[in-house]
Structure formats: structure tokens, C-alpha cells
């Protein structure tokens, strides 16, 4: 299938990976992706599979992988995963898949994992976001590769149908299993599936939904670079928090003011989604000290400082040698005995203690939530505080936008 070999060749230009990792379910459009990725032979195939626990039928389906796998001679590990019972059972298994296979291609030293979403993946896609309200980023769906989790998952089949992939596979003799749970309505993307026989007749075909999620795409290129630029222009850094300057936020059309917003809110929150248009849109309307996704908007005349919200990292504490908060690095004076300390905010109690914190030129907000060496409960250091002690604290940027432009 041509389609496939090109968009590999696209995805990987002169860069073809030695070794690619497939995630197989035993499902037509997986098994086909991975008949495909054998015929094109440029990479190593290494194939793992999840067994989420949820269906008898689930160690059948993975059979035929494993058989697939057996004679070709490609690796094949499955994983387990077990839901914990809370949340979205859909939700929670597809980030619960994604985990154990980055944790599995990480120690198999893998950098690029191969997913079979198709066409109508996106076409569905495009729909359920467009029935919740999604802006320009969710309506540009999925892209052919992207970077998360320190490994880049490529989509090669998203120009490819269902319809095409199963006909391979007939052509091809391969076996390959429905899952029975891609037919029940009480599923959205199952609903969405079904609205095509609606919608097509209308021109809102797979093609044309996929036409306009490329168009989405691009427009999110577009306010991508506006941001970096608005960044660029009135952003800086202090101490862990984004203070933007209210002169060039007032020029900027409410659009990008807002993307900006959400960008700095992830930046200091290390929130992986941004937070919903409605609450956003109040917040930064309100003029008034205002809290949202874990952190408090300051305005004044002059900036608009994000900065951590204490009330939601009250009860967050690691070893000195861990990642606080997702993003705080502390630096232990040399020879400093660190096995009894931990890392907490400062907080209430701990900011009693340190007489000149005012001297730091940062609102008590910032300071209250910034963080602090502890052993139980006396305090050993607030680097951000005025009280350093000898040690330091570094912020690991979370946004790639705040990360190089401030």
C-alpha cells in the first residue's frame, strides 16, 4: 500500500529509525499497520500489546499477534494493565495503555512507537471534539507524529480507511479480531461512527472531516508561531512564576491573550491540558486575584502574574533528590546530609519564619508556595524566600514556550 510507505517516508525523512516499536491489539486496523510496516522493511519491527483484563476474548485477540509475530520472527511482549476503579474506564485504559507501553519502550530502548489510528479515527475524532465545543487545537485532531513522553508515536495510517486496511488483510489471508465493544452505542466514538450515515449524504463525508481537521492544523501552526512571538514580547520568568506585561496584552486580539493565558497556567501548574474556555475566559476577565488549574492569576496595572496557588500543593512533599511539584529541582550545599530532608512548600508556618522575605520583591502568594527544605517539621532552607542557607532551587520548564523565550 503506497499510502502507507510515503507517509512513513514523510514522517522519517532521511532518519529512519534502526528500530520501531508497533502497538498491536489484534485488531484489523492494528494487525494491518503491522503487515504494512513488515512489507516496508526499512525498520526493525518490535510489537507489544496490552491486555487491559476487561474481556475474556482479549487473550484470543492476542494470540493472533503472537502467531503473527511467531512467524515473521518479530519480538513480541505483552503487557497487563489493571483498572483501579475509578474515573472513566475508557479514559482510564487509554492512558493506562499509553503508560505501560512508554515504560515498555523505554526499557527497550525504543524512541518511536507506530499507532494504527486511520481516516476514520480522525473523521470520528473531529466529531465527538466538535460535539464538547473544542477550539482550533482539538478540532486539528491528530497529527502524524507527535512527541510525548520522551518518544515520538507516529499515526502512518491516517490517510488510510478502515475499508482499505481490512481488504489488505482479506488479500492477504491475515487473520485479525472485532472488538465487540466498537459496536456499543453507549460508547461516544461508537455514536460518532454511526452519525456518518447521517451526515454523509450532507458532504460531511470521512474525507471532508478529515480535510478540515488539516485545515485546523495548520491554523494551530499559525497560533502557535503567534504565541512564541507574544511570549517572546511580554513574558518573563520569576522565581517559577510567568509575569506578563499588561501594555502588550492589552494590543493582543482576546484569542491569542487567552492561548497565552493557558500556556503560562500550564507552564506553572504542569498541567497536561489546558483549562475550559469558560473558566479561562472569567479568570482573565475578572480583574481580581482569581484561582484556576492550581493556580492564582494576579493582576495589576502594570502585569499579570501566575503564579502556584499553595492551597494546591499543601500536602505535596518528596526527597530532596525528586522532582517537586513537576518542576523543582533543590541543590544541596556540598556535603550536605540530605537523608532526613524533604521538600515541601513553604507554606503559613514556614513563612513566620523567615524575617526578610519581603526583600525578594514577590507577592506573599508566590512566596507561600514556593519551595522549601524541611526535616519534619523545622525548616532547613527557602532558597526563593531570602532564606538560602546554601542551597538553590531550579525550575525545570514544563512549556517549551516559556522554557526558550523567557
Known amino acids: 500500500m503506497t499510502q502507507l510507505s510515503d507517509a512513513l517516508d514523510r514522517t522519517f525523512g532521511a532518519e529512519v529509525p534502526h528500530k520501531l516499536g508497533v502497538a498491536v491489539s489484534g485488531g484489523g486496523d492494528s494487525m494491518a499497520l503491522l503487515d504494512l510496516l513488515r512489507l516496508w522493511g526499512k525498520a526493525e519491527l518490535a510489537v507489544v500489546s496490552v491486555n487491559h483484563g476487561l474481556r475474556a476474548e482479549a487473550?484470543?485477540?492476542?494470540?493472533?499477534?503472537?502467531?503473527y509475530a511467531?512467524?515473521?520472527?518479530?519480538?513480541?511482549?505483552?503487557?497487563?494493565?489493571?483498572?483501579?476503579?475509578?474515573?472513566?474506564?475508557?479514559?482510564?485504559?487509554?492512558?493506562?495503555?499509553?503508560e505501560?507501553?512508554?515504560?515498555?519502550?523505554?526499557?527497550?530502548?525504543?524512541?518511536?512507537?507506530?499507532?494504527?489510528?486511520?481516516?476514520?479515527?480522525?473523521?470520528?475524532?473531529?466529531?465527538?471534539?466538535?460535539?464538547?465545543?473544542?477550539?482550533?487545537d482539538g478540532l486539528a485532531c491528530m497529527s502524524t507524529a507527535n512527541n510525548r513522553d520522551g518518544l515520538t508515536w507516529v499515526r502512518p495510517l491516517l490517510d488510510v480507511t478502515r475499508t482499505d486496511l481490512r481488504q489488505h488483510l482479506r488479500d492477504n489471508a491475515i487473520s485479525w479480531a472485532d472488538d465487540p465493544s466498537n459496536e456499543d452505542p453507549r460508547f461516544d466514538r461508537v455514536k460518532a461512527r454511526q452519525m456518518f450515515e447521517t451526515l454523509t449524504p450532507l458532504g460531511?463525508?470521512?474525507?471532508?472531516?478529515?480535510?478540515?481537521?488539516?485545515?485546523?492544523?495548520?491554523e494551530r501552526d499559525v497560533s502557535a508561531w503567534a504565541?512564541?512571538?507574544?511570549?517572546?514580547?511580554?513574558?518573563?520568568?520569576?522565581?517559577?512564576?510567568?509575569?506578563?506585561?499588561q501594555t502588550v496584552l492589552g494590543t493582543l486580539p482576546e484569542a491569542l491573550l487567552l492561548r497565552l493565558v493557558a500556556e503560562a497556567?500550564?507552564?506553572?501548574?504542569?498541567?497536561?491540558?489546558?483549562?475550559r474556555f469558560r473558566a479561562l475566559q472569567s479568570a482573565v476577565a475578572a480583574k481580581k486575584p482569581t484561582s484556576l488549574q492550581g493556580c492564582l492569576l494576579l493582576p495589576s496595572r502594570q502585569e499579570l502574574r501566575i503564579t502556584r496557588e499553595w492551597a494546591a500543593i499543601q500536602k505535596t512533599r518528596c526527597c530532596v533528590s525528586d522532582l517537586w511539584d513537576s518542576r523543582w529541582r533543590v541543590e544541596a550545599p556540598d556535603g550536605y546530609e540530605t537523608s532526613e530532608l524533604h521538600i515541601g512548600a513553604l507554606g503559613e508556618r514556614g513563612i513566620q519564619e523567615v524575617e526578610d522575605w519581603r526583600?525578594?520583591?514577590?507577592?506573599?502568594?508566590?512566596?507561600?508556595?514556593?519551595p522549601a527544605v524541611w526535616r519534619g517539621e523545622t525548616l532547613i532552607a527557602a532558597p526563593l524566600a531570602g532564606l538560602e542557607n546554601g542551597w538553590q532551587a531550579v525550575a525545570v520548564p514544563n512549556s517549551p514556550v516559556f522554557g526558550t523565550t523567557c
Not at 475509578?86 to 499509553?98: D, K, V
Request: aromatic share 4%.
Open 59 to 67: 487473550a484470543e485477540e492476542l494470540a493472533l499477534v503472537a502467531d
Open 70 to 98: 511467531a512467524r515473521y520472527r518479530i519480538s513480541h511482549d505483552i503487557l497487563q494493565w489493571t483498572w483501579d476503579g475509578t474515573g472513566n474506564l475508557q479514559n482510564a485504559a487509554r492512558a493506562g495503555r499509553r
Open 100 to 136: 505501560a507501553i512508554a515504560d515498555w519502550a523505554k526499557a527497550s530502548n525504543l524512541r518511536h512507537i507506530a499507532l494504527g489510528h486511520t481516516k476514520d479515527d480522525q473523521a470520528e475524532t473531529f466529531l465527538m471534539r466538535l460535539a464538547r465545543g473544542s477550539g482550533v
Open 204 to 218: 460531511l463525508t470521512t474525507d471532508r472531516l478529515r480535510q478540515t481537521a488539516d485545515h485546523m492544523r495548520r
Open 227 to 245: 504565541l512564541n512571538t507574544a511570549a517572546q514580547n511580554c513574558a518573563t520568568l520569576d522565581a517559577g512564576d510567568v509575569v506578563l506585561d
Open 265 to 275: 497556567l500550564q507552564e506553572v501548574s504542569g498541567a497536561p491540558y489546558k483549562p
Open 359 to 370: 526583600l525578594v520583591d514577590r507577592p506573599r502568594q508566590s512566596v507561600l508556595s514556593s
